[in-house]
């Protein structure tokens, strides 16, 4: 028998939950008033504020009527999951859409740009409210070091959204580089969702340990990639060339993207592996 609580709809979490659906409804739905666009990047901002929506609204759904109790997954390692992936992806919105879409006199436009920044600001508070504590007994993915294989996934999917073929398969360094990231791209998503299926159990050694081993791994490879690919792409291609300012997307750009996120999941794996050192050699202890 299914049961409605309405207790759900009224603690922070619950009510963060219900403006975070308000301000995606919101900020969509003044994007799709202006009209369709076919740019990629409209697409994107258009599916990030439907995606976010939609999940939220489940999320409400199944609480309220106590149906994510009957789930075979872990329900808490879920919504931190997502309400940290639905921040970060807010967020590329957020500077995206009034990056190529607003003007001075676009207020519909701009309306949408605020809501969505809003609702980026009220996604953060939700993963606050819902990140475990150190020392608390909770799922992985509740954990700070949990949070950051989630943006370092995130992080990997912009980077592959970059890519071009023609930019890394001359030259194996890069080809490397590339490596690096699906790697690493590839542990974390197994992270993931191995956390939320409740599957953990199957490593054949203490997950713990293995998730330390494979940080210090993680550290060491970008490492490599951070100083190989600028040094090949951009040792003879130092500033922008002049055409790109008439190119809807240019290839330049890209390259100076994935510069820039390699770095910046070098900083996330370097603080992912002392946090698991942390969680693991002090704060398991006692």
Sequence with gaps: MVTLDFG???VPVGIVRLLDLILTCISFSLVASVGHSTNSFWTWCMFTWCFCFCVTFLILLLEFMHLNEMLPISWDDFTTAFAMLAALMVLAASIIYPIFFTCATCGRQIGATVTSCL???LYSVEVGLTRAKPGEISGFLSTVPGLLKVLEAYVACIIFMCLEYSAYWVHPGLQWCVAVYSI???????????TICRLLSVFPAPFDKVLICCNVLA???????????????FQNNKTRPPNCSNLPKCAWDNLVVIAFMTCFNLIAYVVDTFYSFRLVFFVSRT
Excluded at 184 to 194: D, G, S
Excluded at 219 to 233: E, G, K, S
């Design 184 to 194: 690493c791209f590839i542990f974390a998503l197994l992270v993931i969702i191995f």
């Design 119 to 121: 609702a980026f600001i």
């Design 219 to 233: 550290v060491l490879m970008y490492i490599t990639a951070v100083v190989i690919w600028p040094l090949y792409n």
């Design 8 to 10: 759900t709809l009224t």
